[in-house]
C-alpha cells in the first residue's frame, strides 16, 4: 500500500517568513496529492491539492510542487501570517485503489 | 448542505461496551472514509466504501471493529468490547468520487475508561 512520509514534524517560522513542508510518497501510481490544515480541536480541512500531470499549482500565499519522478511533493507557505499556525498533513491518493493515505502531519507555529 | 454529519461528537463509555459512530455523507458523494487519529499514529485509514460497497478495510484494527454502509446516505463503525486504547477522535470523510478531493466531518471524540 501507500507509504506518505512528511518532514519535518514541527516548524516554527517568524511571521513574514516562509514555511516549507516536504512529503515522499511510495506508490508510483498516485495521481493526486491534497494538502490539510488542521486546527486545534477542529477538522482537516483541504487548503490546495494537485494532480500528476501538474508540476506547481499556487492559490495566493499558499503554492504546492509535484516531481513524479522523485516521488515527492512539497508545501510553500510565504508571508506566514499567526493564523497559519496548525498541523499541517498531506496525503496522497491510490492510482488503482483510490485509498488516501496521510503523512503524520507537521506543527507550525507562526512567531509574531 | 451541512456537509459530513457525524453522531456523537463526544462518547464516553466503559470498557467492555459496544460503541457506535455515525456518519452521514454529503449528498451525492459516492466515496467514503473512516479515520481514526491519535497524537501518536496520526490519521490511519479504517475503512473506505465505495457506492456504498466496503473496497478496503486492511487498516481495521482489529475484529472488535466492523463498519457498514447500507444506503448512500449513512454509515456506522461499531467497536464492541471497546477498550482504554481505542480512545481517539474518529473522523469521517466524503468524496464525490473516486481520484476527487474527500471532506471531512467534525468527528467524534471517544474515551473509553
Known amino acids: 500500500g501507500e507509504n506518505v512520509e512528511q518532514h519535518p514534524s514541527t516548524l516554527s517560522v517568524q511571521e513574514g517568513d516562509s514555511a516549507v513542508i516536504k512529503c515522499t510518497y511510495s506508490?508510483?501510481?498516485?495521481?493526486?496529492f491534497p494538502w490539510y490544515k488542521q486546527e486545534l480541536g477542529k477538522r482537516p480541512q483541504l487548503i490546495i491539492d494537485?494532480?500528476?500531470?501538474?508540476g506547481e499549482k499556487k492559490d495566493q500565499r499558499i503554492a504546492v510542487t509535484l516531481n513524479k519522478t522523485a516521488k515527492h511533493f512539497s508545501l510553500h507557505i510565504t508571508e506566514t501570517q499567526p493564523e497559519d499556525s496548525a498541523v499541517y498533513f498531506c496525503?496522497?491518493?491510490?492510482?488503482?485503489?483510490?485509498?488516501?493515505?496521510f503523512g503524520a502531519g507537521t506543527t507550525v507555529t507562526v512567531r509574531a | 448542505d451541512a456537509g459530513v454529519i457525524q453522531s456523537p461528537r463526544h462518547e464516553v463509555t466503559e470498557m467492555g461496551q459496544e460503541v457506535t459512530l455515525r456518519c452521514k455523507p454529503i449528498?451525492?458523494?459516492?466515496?467514503l472514509f473512516w479515520y481514526r487519529q491519535t497524537m501518536m499514529r496520526g490519521l490511519e485509514l479504517l475503512i473506505y466504501?465505495?457506492?456504498?460497497?466496503?473496497?478496503?478495510d486492511s487498516g481495521m484494527p482489529e475484529d472488535r471493529f466492523s463498519a457498514k454502509m447500507p444506503n448512500a446516505s449513512f454509515s456506522t463503525l461499531k467497536i464492541q468490547p471497546s477498550e482504554p486504547r481505542d480512545s481517539a477522535v474518529y473522523f469521517c470523510?466524503?468524496?464525490?468520487?473516486?481520484?476527487?478531493?474527500?471532506?471531512f466531518g467534525q468527528g467524534t471524540r471517544l474515551t473509553v475508561v
Open positions: 506508490d508510483s501510481a498516485s495521481n493526486y
Open positions: 470523510a466524503s468524496s464525490p468520487g473516486q481520484g476527487l478531493v474527500a471532506f
Open positions: 494537485i494532480r500528476s500531470n501538474v
Open positions: 449528498s451525492g458523494h459516492n466515496s
Open positions: 496525503a496522497a491518493m491510490g492510482g488503482s485503489d483510490y485509498k488516501l493515505s
Open positions: 466504501f465505495n457506492n456504498n460497497v466496503p473496497i478496503d
